[in-house]
């Protein structure tokens, strides 16, 4: 079975575009979230969604917005970009949203803004 | 707010040496508790959880015991193998939803043979 993927892998942006990054989760998993890694941290959460709702949102600014779609499938969109956004932005899914359940990572999508 | 601590890095180990990576957590209500990992040029994957006090997770020699009196999770191994050479990060979540989960700031483990 396919694991949790992402595209685009790498991209470089230019400071005030915008960018999409898309997540396709596990088959029959029905929850997602993004993260962003900054080199040298930790991933921080910026969404989940569940059933195609949004269920929790990190402290991120409104440039930051993600959908879900009827498939499970899922959006990230960064509005006016900054240098700061450079990151390795990650989607987990699993198949609900108990503790129970074990998240999988997709190996990130990698965004320069220059 | 909730917040992980994770003893700095980089670990540099010898073969067949003790592995201890210390975890601190602080967290309103009762969360659960996670070692991901990641090596080299591959996704975060997740090692070992454990949602209550006292419980003990365990997978691949690794061991980490939920401690709520000392707000710890730490990670250990009794003899650890070059192939245990990754980043390893400790994470909390509450609310029993592991998606939306708190991560420390990572460790760095190199084992040399």
């Known amino acids: 079975d396919a694991g949790v993927t992402q595209s685009p892998t790498h991209l470089i942006k230019t400071r005030g575009q915008q960018v999409t990054l898309r997540c396709s989760p596990i088959s029959g998993h029905k929850s997602v979230s993004w993260y962003q890694q900054v080199l040298g941290q930790g991933p921080q959460f910026i969404f989940q969604y569940y059933e195609k709702e949004e269920r929790g949102r990190g402290n991120f600014p409104d440039r930051f917005s993600a959908r879900q779609f009827p498939n499970y499938s899922s959006e990230l969109n960064v509005n006016a970009l900054l240098l700061g956004d450079s990151a390795l932005y990650l989607c987990a899914s699993s198949e609900g949203t108990n503790s129970g359940n074990t998240i999988y990572f997709g190996e990130g999508s990698w965004l320069t803004v220059v | 707010g909730n917040s992980v601590t994770q003893m700095e890095g980089p670990v540099t180990l010898s073969e067949e040496a003790f592995l201890t990576i210390n975890c601190t957590y602080t967290a309103t209500g009762y969360p659960s508790l996670f070692w991901y990992v990641q090596y080299p040029g591959e996704g975060l994957q997740l090692l070992l959880k454990?949602?209550?006090?006292?419980d003990k997770g365990s997978n691949k020699g690794f061991e980490a015991t939920y401690r709520k009196e000392t707000t710890s999770f730490h990670l250990e191994k009794g003899s650890v193998q070059v192939s245990d050479s990754a980043v390893y990060f400790c994470a909390l979540s509450v609310n029993t939803n592991a998606g939306k989960s708190t991560f420390g700031d990572g460790t760095t483990l190199t084992v040399k043979p």
């Open positions: 454990a949602t209550k006090a006292d």
